[in-house]
Every structure is written in C-alpha cells, then in structure tokens.
C-alpha cells in the first residue's frame, strides 16, 4: 500500500461544538428554521445556509404559515433533480411542537412519478385546478409548465426553489428569465433556497433590482459547524500528481475514513477516458476484491490489515446494478448505521442533496467547473454524526507536463481550485462587520474585544461567540449610503469575493507576478470588478464595497498566516503534520494590534494571494511551479488603455486627497505606479485612443 504523503491543507479550520445548530424551540425549529421563520411574512425570501442546516424543513414551516394564514392558493417546490424531491417528502411536524404537519399527496410529488419532465407538464395542470395544496417538482418540469401555461396559471401561489445557485441573469437560463418575469407581474411570493449564492461562472444570480425585492435570512457555515456536537475540526487542500491518477490516489485516501471520492469527467485532462477500468484499479489498490453483496450490490474489498471494505459503485452504466446500489444507499433503516458502506465512487452523482452523514472525506480528482459545485461536495462532509471529529476535502490535480497545451490547461486548473480554497476559507470564516473608526467610536453590545477591552484611542476587534460576528474598525473605510450597498457589505461580501477570486488576471498576477503593486489588485481590478458587477451603485458606494470586500479577505488571509504561525511555533516549528487553525479569532485581533494602524490604506497594500502561493509552493514540485509561473510571465503585457483610465481616475483622487500629483520618483510603489498611468492616459488620449 502506498505510504500517505505530507499532506498540507489550504484552509483548516476547529470549531467549538457548542451544539447549538441541533437545539430545537417549542415548535421544533432548530435556529436557522426560527430566523426564517421569523421573516415569514416576505413575499421574496432568499435563506442562504450551508448544507445540513434544515433549509427544507424551514420551507416547510413557512409554507404552512402561506398556505394557512397568508392566504396562498398552493405551494410549489422545484428541486434540480429527481432524488432532492425526498428532502420534501411527509414530516410530522405536530410531533415536535408544530401546528401543522407537511403533507405532500403522493400523485403530486412528481420527482418520484414516471416518465420524463416534459410529459409531467399535464399533472402540474391538474395541481393548479385542484384544491390540493402542496406539489414538488423538478426545476425542468416546472419551466416546462411555464412555458405551456404562461405566468399568469401561477398567480396567487408560493414558488419554492431549491439549490437557486442554478438560476441566472444569463440570457440561455429559462429559468432565471421566467422567475424575472414572476417577480415582474407581483402575484407570486417565492421563497430561494441555496447554500451557495455565487456561481461558478460568476454570472449575477437576480437582476440587481430584483434582488433588492429579497429579503435574506443568512445562517453561515461557521454558525453551523460551531453549533454541532461531534464535529469540531474541517480541512481543506488541493494536492497534485503526476502520471495516472489512479496510481497516486492511496497517497491521499485513507481506506479506514468513510470517504466520498468523485471521479473525474470523461472528457477532462484527468480522465483516462476509461471510467469502468478506472473504479476496477481503485479496488484493487485498495484490497482483494471478494465480489458483490448480492442484497445491497457493494463491492466487498480485503484491506491487507483483514478489515471488509464495502464500495458502492456509481459509476457502472448497468442501470440493474447502479439502481440497486443506489436505492441501497437511500435505504432509511441504514441512515443511522456507519457501516452500512464505507466508500462511495461517484461520477455525476452524490453532490447536491446526497445526504451520508457518515462521509468524512470527500475526494475529488479533476477541478470540478464550478465553484458552487465544490462547495456542494464539501457539503457532503460537513455533515454531523456520533464519533466524527474531523472531515476533509481533497481536491486531486494533475501536474503540468511539458507539452504547451497541457501547461496552460494544468495552469487554468491550477488557479481555479486554489480560487475555490480561497473562497471556502472566508466561506467558512466567521462573519465580518466593519465600522469606521471616528472619535465617537464605542463598543458594539454583545461583543468581547479581549483581555484589554474596548480601547477608545484604537481600532479595535470585537466577536460575538454566539452570533459568530466580527465587529472591526477600519480608519479611512468608506460606509454605504444606499440601502443595496448596505445590504451588499452587510450580506453579499462572499459573492463579490467569489467574482474577485475567479478573475484569472488578477489571480495569475497576485501569485506570479514579482513586481506587483498590490494596490492594482486591490483597487484597480477588484474596483473594476465591483463596477461592473453593480453599475446602478454610485461611485462611492462601489467604493464602500470595494473597501468592505478587500478588508474581508484580506484580514481572513492575513489571520489565518498569523494563527499558523503560532501553531507552528507551539509544535517547535514542526510542520510535517497538517497545522490547525484554531486561532482564527485571535489572528484578526493579533494583526489589528501588530500593525500601527488598522486602515485601509495598509488593507490595500496587502497582495491577498501571496497566502495561497506559499501553499502552492509547498503542494506543487518545484519544477511544476517554475513551469506555471513561465507561462503566466509569458503573457504579461504591457498597460492597456482601459487600465491607464482605471490609473488615471485613482490619480486624480490622490490629487484630492494630497493636494499634490503622484510623483513618479516617489519611494512608494503605488504612486509610482500612478503617475505611470496618469501619464499613459494622457499619452493614449492624444493618440485618440479613447471614444469621445
């Protein structure tokens, strides 16, 4: 058996196991239920809350409310796919202290009828002329009833959408442009669910001005992990290999862990475009095959210390076997029993709505397209179970090899899931709420601001155990004026963060670029970012979130340096074993006092991927990391038009500021830098180079 490899985490993260997230109130709603609850009344809800945190059965409560106090006719529940529809399914809720069971009749839960989404298009027909109250579909059989029926067949109804990260703005999603129109005629009221906002493609999710008509009830990761009994630590980490995948797979799958592993697409750089033969070489790595459970169809494996794995396999065409294992899977009387299975291989299948609460390792091999796809399978490990302390994420990534093509393929990998650790590390931070720092600054109620207290004459940190909230005041921070930049700073950071990182110029640079001036990835692209993402904000209100996005970020990479940093030094500087972060908290406060001054001067000057690199340098080998940073430095060019404008607009502010142009003699690299681009602007714009 191969011997395991030094494994370095992106992102490790404990949590204290408060057990808060399964406590339940008198109408048996756990908190995340009770906070939608409260909000009820809404005719546009959106609850974003991490896997396992019971969105389904907090749509249940309110629809109830809806259907029963709110005067809705019915409720309709779209799922993406088929196998979400049992997360709907009947749930005595009177038992633990509703008034109100959720009953679903079995003719209208459509995700378990025959036949396909189109010729299901009758039976939502004959829901909408019944008197029957509830229904649960798929999100295609519900655009196809909206096509043949027309908006209007929907007035007066609740429409409930789970997993809404499928909707978009694009002009291709159906879905998203008929949920527009809905919200257009006013005589719906919808309820979205998601535990991931932001796409992969970074397309907007709502039209700005339909998202504002959405109130939001966000319930975060951090709440929900530190609320849990059992698990109390999550590791993150992209590691790579060379050759066949499936020869280096035992360097990071540990047999005795209930793992998940995702095979990679048939058409991807990591596939051996032979899926079957590729499940049959992961058995045998793992042991001597002894055949198949005739009752459940797992494959039974011999591990060389004598111990019976059994692998369900998903990934066989067969539908006779691959519907056996899967129902097997789904068996109710085998959800509480760890050893029903103890490894799942998956292709398409086990993301969205898989729910094995014994998962404690999801291995990936191939970056997955879509950050929101990576969170969902996270998601599969984050859930809560007697005796599991600890969960991980692996996400396996081949190394560059010589040939041009495969570089900058390997490269394009390369930056997207260190894109995806970025963001599920501020995913899973605690949330912030930034003040600035005026003399009539005071402490916020509520939060502890450590050993010293509140000091008026400093920027100072506070935390809210219970509400898992920062409160930091920044010197110079620009606040919101508007209600959407309030609401964007106060919920959407993550979003915008998620848009910033998936830029490859501003990733490729931040981590391959030796003589970057931070400020023109903190300003200039996050700010371009920022304007095009919400060009109805104004100036300063794209400054506000500009400002509140990059502190975020920022202060989670620079907490999480500082808290490895001390660990580090607790184990003697020894970092052969994965350092945990549990000093998240303590980090944000420990460079807030190590710096001179908490602003967002020196916020900007901070390169918010130099963290990442060090990790890269640490996964990948040397001569891989020379090859990726070749071919990044082998596009640089020199200062476009568009970003001299961008140059020359920071400029002038400085002018304001200053009372005085930047000098291009100057000691500090960004006024450098932004008397260059005054000076090319000028340049471009006598060459003409700019409409108008």
Not at 419 to 431: D, G, K, N
Request: hydrophobic share 40%; glycine share 6%; with cysteine.
């Amino acid at each position: 058996m191969t011997i395991h490899k030094k494994n370095v985490p992106s992102v490790s993260v404990s949590y204290a196991r408060n057990g808060n997230s399964a406590k339940s109130n008198a109408l048996g709603m756990r908190p995340m239920q009770e906070r939608a609850y409260e909000k009820r009344g809404e005719q546009y809800l959106l609850i974003k809350s991490p896997p396992a945190s019971g969105k389904s059965r907090a749509l249940m409560f309110i629809a109830l409310d809806k259907l029963a106090n709110q005067g809705l006719k019915q409720a309709i529940i779209v799922v993406p796919e088929k196998s979400i529809g049992s997360s709907f399914a009947d749930e005595p809720l009177t038992r633990f202290g509703f008034w109100a069971d959720w009953t679903v009749a079995p003719k209208w839960n459509l995700c378990n009828a025959p036949g396909e989404d189109g010729g299901k298009v009758n039976s939502v027909g004959s829901f909408l002329a019944s008197d029957d109250k509830v229904l649960v579909c798929t999100h295609a059989t519900f655009r196809f009833a909206v096509e043949r029926f027309g908006i209007e067949a929907f007035d007066g109804r609740l429409i409930a959408v789970d997993e809404f990260h499928h909707v978009s703005v694009g002009e291709d999603n159906k879905l998203g442009r008929q949920l527009g129109e809905l919200i257009a005629r006013d005589r719906v009221h919808i309820v979205a669910m998601t535990g991931s906002y932001f796409r992969g493609d970074a397309e907007a999710v709502l039209a700005p001005g339909d998202e504002a008509k959405f109130d939001t009830v966000t319930y975060t990761y951090y709440e929900q992990l530190n609320g849990y009994e059992y698990l109390k630590q999550l590791d993150i980490g992209y590691f790579f290999y060379s050759g066949s995948y499936t020869d280096d797979i035992l360097a990071v799958l540990d047999p005795a862990e209930k793992t998940i592993i995702h095979i990679p697409n048939v058409n991807s750089r990591e596939s051996t475009k032979d899926k079957i033969r590729e499940v049959e070489h992961i058995i045998e790595e793992l042991g001597d095959w002894q055949g198949a459970d005739p009752a459940t169809g797992f494959q039974l494996v011999k591990t060389e210390d004598g111990r019976t794995l059994r692998i369900a396999d998903l990934v066989d065409d067969d539908p006779t076997k691959r519907d056996r294992v899967s129902a097997a899977l789904k068996d109710p009387a085998q959800k509480n029993n760890r050893d029903h299975v103890d490894i799942i291989i998956a292709l398409g299948m086990a993301k969205e709505g898989f729910d094995w609460i014994w998962c404690e390792h999801a291995l990936t091999v191939g970056y997955r397209a879509s950050l929101t796809e990576i969170v969902q399978i996270i998601g599969r490990a984050t859930r809560d179970a007697p005796g599991k302390t600890r969960a991980r994420f692996t996400n396996l990534i081949a190394e560059p090899d010589a040939s041009e093509s495969a570089v900058t393929e390997a490269v394009n990998d390369t930056l997207k899931a260190i894109a995806a650790s970025l963001l599920m590390e501020q995913v899973l931070a605690p949330r912030f709420n930034f003040t600035p720092k005026n003399p009539q600054s005071g402490p916020a109620p509520g939060f502890d601001y450590g050993d010293e207290g509140y000091q008026p004459d400093k920027c100072n940190v506070g935390f809210n155990g219970q509400t898992g909230q920062f409160q930091i005041e920044i010197r110079g921070l620009v606040e919101p004026k508007s209600e959407q930049a309030a609401r964007i700073c106060k919920e959407d950071l993550n979003e915008v963060i998620a848009t910033f990182v998936q830029d490859k110029a501003a990733i490729e640079r931040g981590l391959f670029d030796e003589e970057l001036v931070p400020e023109e990835l903190t300003q200039l692209r996050l700010g371009k970012i920022i304007k095009d993402k919400y060009p109805e904000l104004d100036e300063e209100d794209q400054e506000a979130v500009r400002q509140h996005a990059i502190a975020a970020l920022n202060l989670t990479q620079q907490a999480a340096r500082i808290a490895l940093g001390d660990d580090k030094k607790a184990n003697g500087g020894d970092d052969s074993e994965p350092s945990v972060n549990t000093a998240l908290i303590d980090g944000v406060r420990k460079f807030a006092m190590d710096v001179r001054e908490l602003d967002i001067d020196l916020i900007d000057r901070i390169n918010p991927f130099q963290e990442a690199y060090a990790i890269l340098a640490k996964t990948m080998s040397e001569d891989s990391l020379k090859q990726v940073a070749a071919a990044i430095s082998a596009k640089r060019t020199t200062m476009s038009p568009e970003e001299a404008k961008d140059l020359a607009v920071r400029a002038a502010r400085f002018i304001k500021e200053r009372e005085r142009p930047p000098s291009i003699t100057s000691s500090d690299a960004w006024e450098r830098r932004l008397a260059e681009g005054a000076a090319a602007f000028m340049r471009y714009k006598k060459e003409g180079r700019y409409d108008g």
